[in-house]
């Protein structure tokens, strides 16, 4: 199937390398693009992608803005894209909160090529978290800096197995990779993921992580 992408960033040369370089793979098709926020939620809107690569930092309305409007649309938007952050800062605040608002991952924009592809593989598939490492040490930055935010009661109703399993997703695990260490199949491992981002009323892996943290489940530091 091919993954759909629009580039939203305000920089011309950034926009025309990521569009060629993603079109030139024969699984990602770059339907838009965009110079700022405001446009970019409106081209999003009328080309349905899949993934948005989305700049932090934009005049008119920053990704932030931008990010929270595409994946919380108001009634009527049927369509919510994946939203992959694109910043020039691995510790970033803006990072941090368009995570906690449901943003499946952050790109620097001086990675290599090849990450970018990646990139937009794994947050479109959403069977993987992006950068693990990375992420997690982002998450782990801000949450030592942040007070706990009383998340820890909506573990109770987990079960002990989908609670294993978000634990596991925390540290970075891949559905294969979860799958492998429990001894199950693999489809069992989506079915487990599935019901956990439902009752916990979460978006995706990277919400799932950071809710792992700030409720307590996994602390700072520990692997």
């Given amino acids: 199937m091919t993954i759909r992408v629009i580039i939203v960033d305000d920089q011309n040369m950034v926009r025309a390398g990521f569009a060629a370089l993603l079109a030139s793979q024969s699984d990602i098709d770059v339907v838009g693009e965009a110079p700022n926020g405001k446009e970019g939620v409106e081209v999003s809107r009328k080309t349905h992608p899949d993934v948005v690569l989305m700049d932090v930092r ?11 409007a595409l994946l919380e649309p108001p009634p009527g938007v049927v369509h919510v894209p994946k939203v992959l952050m694109l910043t020039t800062f691995d510790v970033d605040d803006y990072v941090y909160e368009a995570l906690r608002n449901g943003a499946s991952g952050f790109l620097l ?18 069977e993987a978290l992006l950068a693990p490492t990375v992420t997690r040490r982002l998450i782990t930055d801000f949450i030592k800096r942040r007070p706990r935010t ?7 109703g987990l079960t002990p197995r989908e609670t294993e399993v978000l634990g596991l997703i925390a540290r970075g695990l891949s559905n294969q990779e979860i ?13 487990h993921i599935g019901k956990v981002l439902s009752k916990l009323n979460l978006r995706d892996r990277a919400q799932a992580v950071i809710f792992a943290y700030e409720s307590g489940l996994i602390t700072p530091g520990e692997q």
């Fill in 109 to 126: 924009k001086d990675a290599p090529p090849a990450d970018l592809i990646s990139a937009v593989r794994v947050v479109a598939s959403g």
């Fill in 179 to 191: 799958a492998e260490r429990l001894v199950l199949a693999e489809q069992t491992v989506k079915t």
């Fill in 58 to 68: 934009m005049p008119e309305m920053d990704g932030l803005a931008a990010a929270r």
């Fill in 150 to 156: 009383g998340q820890s009661v909506r573990l109770n």
